[in-house]
């Protein structure tokens, strides 16, 4: 069990470029989940999956914001046309099934747009 | 919508004293989940403890234990004999018994004083 894998930890980059994170669940793991923290505030959900399928997304994952698991491994979070706003940790999460299962937390991605 | 709150935006704690974090939440549910997670700086977040609705019994995991008033719906954690490795951003989380996601309060940083 290596944990949940997140990369890159940092990422820079001017308004208006594309960004793709990518997030490495444990194994073992069939939910994946993605979240957003800003300064100051909790994580705030924005969408997960269950294998490949995703089954739910937070009204604040704009159209600018996909994210897919292909074959239920791994999965990848893109932010096209980045706006200032965007400026967050991302955090990636992965458990198995049911309300009660801990969500295991990945180390982030933190995006800053110039 | 659900909410979780707390209160209480920064605490601390002297080495080896006794401190209690305060969390509040909102639903109209009757089955559910709440967490504690923590958050040391620059590092992923854990999870402390768990506590499902339906118990009763307070949760405890060694020197953390919560204080589950479910008709006040307050979720309360307690650390005793206070480490200065428990020196970090605490997390309060709520989840419905259905596939939800996670609701995070605004946390709470913990300073623990040598």
């Known amino acids: 069990d290596t944990g949940v894998s997140q990369n890159p930890r940092h990422k820079i980059t001017k308004r208006g470029q594309n960004v793709t994170f990518r997030c490495d669940p444990i194994s073992e793991h069939n939910r994946l989940y993605w979240y957003r923290q800003t300064l100051g505030q909790g994580p705030e959900f924005l969408t997960y999956f269950q294998n490949e399928a995703q089954l739910e997304k937070s009204r604040l994952l704009s159209d600018r914001f996909s994210a897919e698991r292909p074959k239920g491994s791994f999965s990848t979070l893109e932010i096209q046309r980045t706006e200032q706003g965007d400026s967050a940790m991302y955090l990636c999460?992965?458990?198995?099934?049911?309300?009660?299962?801990?969500?295991?937390f990945g180390d982030g991605t933190r995006l800053s747009i110039l | 919508a659900q909410t979780v709150t707390q209160s209480q935006p920064e605490m601390s704690v002297q080495e080896a004293e006794t401190v209690t974090l305060s969390c509040t939440y909102d639903?109209?549910?009757?089955?559910?989940?709440l967490f504690w997670y923590k958050q040391p700086p620059s590092r992923q977040m854990i999870l402390v403890i768990r506590q499902e609705a339906y118990k009763q019994q307070n949760a405890t995991e060694n020197r953390f234990s919560v204080n589950f008033q479910k008709a006040a719906k307050s979720f309360s954690l307690k650390i005793s004999d206070s480490q200065l490795g428990d020196a970090a951003m605490y997390f309060c989380a709520y989840r419905n018994s259905g596939n939800t996601p996670l609701v995070f309060g605004k946390g709470t940083r913990l300073s623990v004083i040598a």
């Open positions: 999460a992965s458990s198995f099934p049911g309300p009660g299962q801990p969500q295991h």
């Open positions: 639903t109209s549910e009757s089955d559910y989940y």
